[in-house]
């Protein structure tokens, strides 16, 4: 009898294990193809289709969410300790709900926020639902991969859309989306790259950020190759941090620190006048005409600096109540159409609007506070190659991000691929310690 309730037992286990994993894989894979092609590759949306949000982009995101529920209880040790690590981070998003309360379009409000708030949970439970830390961090860069190799075969058999007239642009409706795509890609795989001593391991991730990096170029996105570069310089310092020592690395890590928080400084100090700095390095400090945004959208941020406008209630709210249609014609800013411009290009500035001021120097701060602990982990010699390679993705995606925010807007917004895959790698980094391989394993099994 005690023989036949054990088998019974274990069938019960392995039909729990299969489900558990059914569900992981679909909640998992459909949400990277959200975040990374798109429900609706190739195509732009309206104005008004903007405000309203899409019907089926809602309807999948419920969807996911609600299979993320039973992966987290599944893993509730492992999203608590992601929780823990992340309590900044968190709090924010809890603050972008409560901003409804004051939001100029409360509606607009509490829809995006909560679609904020879904993808936040979702990708925890991406990375708890898997038992290995490293198998995570494989996932991502083989399907970023494999999305960069879907828009060349999209930009061989459909050249003419996916080719704008500024450049590549694939499956999505700008370059500069496409850019992100190549630039995260490019990051990702070199983080990769340091956790493996496999000959093939290796030619692989070289040959992914060598086809990341041909992606980047085709794109003409001037900014992601560039931050792509920095990124893969910073790596090269890291690892050569690892030969000279800790002193050597602290020492990058302070200046790295110094020269953002820097930059940061001088954009409000100046208010976001940045004209003057940027004539030493670049010969268009107009960033073809960023600076006439800049301006305007500093002048309404000033309007609420404590509380903003409400999360996701000053850019596409609808053409009646587009903020542009405040300005008088006759300026280049004043007379474009009208749902063209739908952010600031400045993530501080833009996040500044949604959030007030506090909110947005408390998320920068959680930033680096994530970057610092990542570097400390991978400068730890007790460290293992899993845990460099995880932590070292997660404080590239740091750095990627606050630089590449200083003139696109994807620092705490719903949807961007960059943000996506950095609050994925944050949890990433919550689940490794400085002298642990791997998390310890839970109920949920998933494939290798």
């Known amino acids: 009898m005690t023989f036949q309730n054990d088998r019974e037992m274990a069938q019960t286990t392995r039909n729990e294990c299969v489900w558990c994993t059914s569900v992981y894989w679909t909640m998992t894979i459909g949400f990277l193809i959200v975040s990374f092609i798109g429900l609706n590759p190739m195509s732009g949306t309206s104005l008004e289709d903007r405000a309203s949000g899409s019907p089926l982009d809602r309807m999948v995101m419920i969807a996911i969410f609600i299979l993320a529920i039973p992966v987290l209880i599944h893993n509730r040790a492992l999203a608590l300790k992601c929780m823990r690590s992340n309590k900044l981070l968190l709090s924010i998003v809890a603050f972008s709900l409560l901003s409804a309360l004051w939001s100029s379009f409360p509606g607009i409000t509490i829809r995006r926020a909560a679609v904020l708030l879904m993808s936040v949970v979702i990708a925890m439970a991406v990375v708890v639902g898997e038992t290995r830390p490293r198998r995570t961090h494989t996932l991502l860069f083989y399907f970023l991969t494999g999305t960069i190799f879907l828009n060349l075969v999209v930009m061989v058999l459909l050249p003419g859309r996916a080719w704008s007239s500024e450049g590549l642009q694939g499956l999505y409706p700008s370059k500069n989306i496409a850019g992100e795509i190549g630039m995260i890609t490019a990051v990702i795989g070199i983080a990769w790259l340091r956790g493996t001593n496999n000959r093939t391991s290796i030619a692989i991730a070289l040959f992914s950020v060598a ?173 293992s190659d899993v845990a460099k390679s995880a932590t070292l993705a997660a404080a590239l995606m740091v750095l990627i991000t606050l630089l590449s925010n200083f003139t696109e807007s994807t620092l705490f917004f719903r949807g961007p691929p960059v943000f996506v895959l950095l609050v994925m790698t944050r949890f990433l980094s919550a689940r490794v310690d400085e002298t642990q391989t791997e998390a310890p394993r839970v109920q949920m099994q998933t494939a290798s």
Do not use: Q
């Open 211 to 383: 086809i990341a990096f041909f992606f980047l170029f085709l794109t003409k996105s001037k900014t992601s190759l560039g931050i792509a570069v920095l990124g893969c310089g910073f790596y090269a310092l890291m690892i050569l941090g690892e030969r000279l020592g800790v002193r050597f690395i602290l020492l990058v890590i302070c200046g790295a620190s110094v020269v953002v928080l820097g930059l940061i400084g001088y954009m409000f100090y100046s208010n976001f006048d940045m004209t003057r700095m940027l004539a030493i390095f670049i010969p268009d400090t107009s960033f073809s005409g960023r600076n006439a945004i800049w301006e305007f959208a500093y002048d309404h941020a000033v309007d609420r600096v404590w509380l903003g406008h409400g999360y996701g209630a000053f850019w596409d709210v609808g053409p009646d109540n587009d903020p542009l249609n405040k300005l008088e014609p006759g300026t280049w800013l004043g007379d474009t159409e009208k749902g063209v411009i739908n952010e600031a290009h400045n993530g501080y500035l833009d996040l500044w609007l949604n959030i007030g001021l506090p909110a947005t120097a408390l998320l920068v701060f959680a930033y680096l506070l994530g970057m610092m602990r990542d570097l400390r982990i991978f400068t730890d010699a007790r460290s």
